[in-house]
T-cell receptor
């Protein structure tokens, strides 16, 4: 079984709809992240969480919100989806090290979201 | 100037050849460096960390040049299965004031041809 899972894997929705992407992990890691990937732009960080009570904005948090329901679960919400949020979304986890910058990140398989 | 820059390629290389590509980074406070591999429509996976003294893992060699702010990846005896996009990843770490995640390059696309 995969250590980091994402649901749904593919989703097509309409402008203005609310949508939630879910991420679960069995690695026992404290740290979880949401990224989006766009052609020509690479991976960009949306939100990250170092533990259940810690939520931080990333580079491109506008239009998104997150919820860390448990150590193993981190969900990303689009309250009112718009077409430029069409992208490939990845969840990732990492374990704590003294210097956070050395964490290896483990990615889920991705959610392909299309907003019409 | 972009924080992490890579030549997007594609690099078309015959099987068995040696290929190398570089990545430059703009933040001199960067502390951690990695190469990730991403296959088409798949998630990125860590290929190797990059250490100051350089490091090797089988056919792969990574090097860091802090003075010139670049890292490199060398692949020897390339295999068809090496075809992928290679992402350069940099992190300034907590002590560098950056607690906002890894910074990814856009990737270099490598195609190994039979």
């Amino acid at each position: 079984d995969a250590d980091v899972t994402q649901t749904p894997r593919n989703r097509i929705t309409k402008t203005g709809k609310r949508i939630m992407l879910e991420c679960s992990q069995t690695k026992g890691h404290d740290r979880m992240y949401w990224y989006r990937q766009d052609p020509g732009l690479g991976l960009r960080l949306i939100y990250y969480s170092f533990d259940v009570k810690d939520i931080n904005k990333g580079e491109i948090s506008d239009g998104y919100s997150v919820s860390r329901q448990a150590q193993a679960k981190f969900s990303l919400s689009l309250e009112s989806a718009i077409p430029n949020q069409t992208a490939l979304y990845f969840c990732a986890t990492s374990d704590h090290t003294p210097d956070w910058g050395t964490d290896t990140q483990y990615f889920g398989p991705g959610t392909r979201l299309t907003v019409l | 100037r972009k924080e992490v820059e890579q030549d997007p390629g594609p690099f078309n290389v015959p099987e068995g050849a040696t290929v190398a590509f570089n990545c430059t980074y703009s933040n001199s406070a960067s502390q951690s460096f990695f190469w990730y591999r991403q296959d088409c429509r798949k998630e990125p996976k860590l290929l190797m960390s990059v250490y100051s003294s350089g490091n090797e893992d089988g056919r792969f060699t990574a090097q860091l040049n802090r003075a010139s702010q670049y890292i490199s990846l060398l692949i020897r005896d390339s295999k068809l299965s090496d075809s992928a996009t290679y992402l350069c990843v940099v992190n300034v770490g907590i002590s560098g004031g950056g607690a906002d995640g890894l910074t990814f390059g856009k990737g270099t696309h490598l195609i190994i041809q039979p």
